[in-house]
């Protein structure tokens, strides 16, 4: 396309660019910027010179940012992308997961950043259902999300055309899908609804959030996004997703993405010549022999196999490659012994403290927790207040704070008794009633979550969390009637506050960005 924009606008639309939404565009890829900015105007049906220089002076609708994102960034993925990745999963990460979590929560959460159209959820998706044969009798919230709209939309629909199968096994479209026609293949449902597709920009919404759903995650797959980011903002990104992440838990980025300096705050690990980042040292779960013990090894025991490639043209008996995690291959793990075999690390970087306020003389322990807390340090706000918790007189405060705490160290059973402790001690506070509502939606206890909910809107019918947390739970159960409702409320209520207003309770989100996520969950 012919350049039509002088430079100086377009290095200015550059930094506006940046600022809402995270994309960089530099020089030699100022030509990709001018030709969304050109279909996005054609779109919104505004020249496009006048609506750029309209971006610089005025703050953008939510609707005219979702359609530049959407004409700036590219829906190119595919089921199984990288299969080396997903070989990794299967033969390492996710059976040492399973294994460590099924002799106590059986739970997993994982979280596709940047989801796209949803092949590499639906990948991790069928993944587990392939080697978890008891799948149903687990906890597991498999989240999309993306600042793509019509990305989330066609994920939520499950419907893929042949492009999305190309480099796919073949087993893929036999075993998982229904042909409609003969180029559409529509997803099994049973598959289709453990997945769940959420709007969220990731460099303007907070996170790790409890109401968003973003914390306390076991895996984070963010491939091939961070390569676009300026490189600011992907720094605070990548500090945002250790935050969210468990300790011991996993992000996975595409290889041309890995950077010593970008994931310092990580411990970088070599498996098989393939980069991951884990949070912190690996420790054995919480209750097992040896739960104050860092496995850490120079490299993996020489008995150790190689990792094979997978199969991937033949179903076979649904090996598919990956070795099945059958029952009696997944040892539970058990008070008197770890796991047989803990996975092996060859760690070669090791974490940097992250940096922060110091607690220190002049603090009271509640704000020393605070401060532990926005650094990403859950477990030792928690053990700041352990002493006060335990007194009877302990303020509702402190015990809703231990409860997001503990929820966001995964500790989900703790973290519903202290927000029960905090209801108890003050029925009338919509905050304690709303955190607890969300722990209960975590545990999958969503008919539990709703009265909770519900108390918080019968104490304050402005509550406009309850409202979008309703929706969502309608959502999910597919009562499109009540999540319209809810949708609509919380979007009338929302309209009352300024763009830039954070609102109560939402760990960081401004009225504009929840009336954006609103909208793009109601379709406009």
Not at 374 to 386: R, S
Not at 472 to 498: I, K, M
């Amino acid at each position: 396309m012919k350049r039509s924009l002088p430079d100086e606008l377009l290095s200015q639309l550059c930094e506006r660019v940046v600022t809402l939404t995270g994309l960089d565009f530099p020089s030699q890829r100022r030509s990709d910027l001018e030709t969304g900015l050109h279909k996005a105007a054609r779109r919104l049906g505004r020249d496009p010179e006048e609506w750029a220089r309209s971006l610089l002076s005025t703050p953008p609708t939510k609707h005219q940012i979702q359609v530049l994102a959407s004409e700036l960034t590219v829906g190119e993925t595919y089921f199984f992308r990288e299969k080396r990745t997903f070989e990794v999963l299967a033969q390492r990460i996710l059976p040492e997961l399973i294994r460590s979590r099924r002799a106590t929560e059986r739970r997993l959460r994982i979280w596709s950043a940047g989801c796209c159209t949803g092949e590499e959820l639906y990948s991790v998706a069928i993944l587990l259902d392939r080697i978890l044969p008891d799948f149903e009798e687990w906890q597991v919230n498999l989240l999309g999300t993306d600042i793509n709209p019509r990305f989330l939309q066609k994920a939520r629909d499950g419907v893929f055309g042949e492009w999305s199968f190309r480099d796919a096994p073949e087993w893929l479209k036999d075993n998982y899908f229904k042909a409609l026609g003969t180029r559409r293949f529509e997803l099994l449902p049973r598959i289709r609804e453990r997945a769940v597709f959420e709007y969220l920009n990731l460099a303007a919404d907070p996170f790790p959030s409890l109401a968003a759903n973003t914390n306390a995650m076991d895996l984070i797959l963010c491939r091939n996004v961070l390569m676009y980011f300026a490189p600011d903002r992907a720094r605070s990104t990548v500090l945002s997703f250790h935050r969210s992440l468990l300790n011991g838990g996993w992000l996975i980025v595409s290889p041309a993405e890995t950077s010593i300096a970008l994931f310092s705050a990580f411990s970088t690990v070599r498996l098989d010549g393939w980069t991951l980042y884990q949070k912190g040292p690996r420790v054995w779960q919480a209750g097992d022999a040896q739960s104050d013990t860092t496995l850490r090894s120079a490299g993996p025991p020489a008995n150790w196999p190689d990792l094979p490639r997978g199969k991937w043209e033949s179903d076979g008996d649904r090996s598919t490659g990956f070795p099945p995690v059958l029952p009696e291959t997944v040892p539970a793990v058990s008070a008197a012994a770890p796991p047989e075999t803990p996975l092996p690390l060859c760690v070669t970087e090791t974490a940097s403290p992250l940096g922060g306020p110091e607690t220190g003389a002049g603090l009271t322990p509640f704000e020393e927790a605070r401060v532990l807390y926005e650094q990403g340090d859950y477990q030792g706000a928690c053990l700041k207040l352990k002493d006060q918790a335990e007194e009877s007189s302990c303020p509702a405060e402190t015990l809703a704070f231990l409860a997001r705490s503990s929820a966001n160290l995964g500790q989900l059973e703790e973290a519903r008794s202290w927000a029960e402790k905090a209801v108890e001690a003050d029925k009338l506070n919509t905050e304690w009633h709303y955190v607890l509502a969300m722990i209960l939606q975590e545990l999958g206890l969503l008919k539990t979550a709703a009265e909770s909910l519900n108390r918080c809107l019968y104490l304050d019918p402005g509550f406009v969390l309850a409202h979008f947390a309703l929706g969502n739970l309608a959502l999910r159960q597919q009562n499109w009637t009540d999540a319209g409702r809810h949708f609509s409320n919380a979007l009338s209520l929302v309209s009352r506050y300024p763009d830039d207003k954070i609102l109560p309770h939402s760990d960081g989100l401004a009225a504009g960005r929840l009336r954006d996520m609103i909208r793009a969950v109601r379709g406009g």
